[in-house]
């Protein structure tokens, strides 16, 4: 069952519901590190170890069981030689 706070109120009676959206970006984000890592030819213990971080929170994250930290996804990023962009667009 779902409450109110399930949702985002747009205008009119749009209702677009937040679980789906987060898992959605979720997912991206996380597809886009795992491809990133793979070109780099990392495994998930050399990406753990250059970002200081530990191995299993990598792996938690890159099946979809965690959500990581802004700084957590700054530290990977920063490992594998890149920057996090994150912009908010106007939906069309």
């Known amino acids: 069952m779902r409450n109110s ?3 985002i109120y747009a205008s009119g009676e749009q209702k677009i519901v937040i679980e789906i959206e987060q898992k959605n970006i979720r997912q991206s984000v996380i597809e886009q590190y795992v ?5 780099q030819g990392m495994t998930q213990a050399d990406l753990a170890k250059c970002a200081g971080i530990p191995r299993t929170n990598i792996t938690r994250f890159e099946s979809g069981n965690y959500n990581p930290s802004l700084e957590m996804m700054v530290r990977i990023a920063a490992a594998l030689g890149m920057t996090l962009q994150v912009q908010m667009m106007k939906k069309e």
């Not at 491809?35 to 070109?39: A, H, M, Q, S």
Request: with cysteine.
């Open 5 to 7: 706070m399930d949702y």
């Open 35 to 39: 491809r990133c890592r793979k070109i």
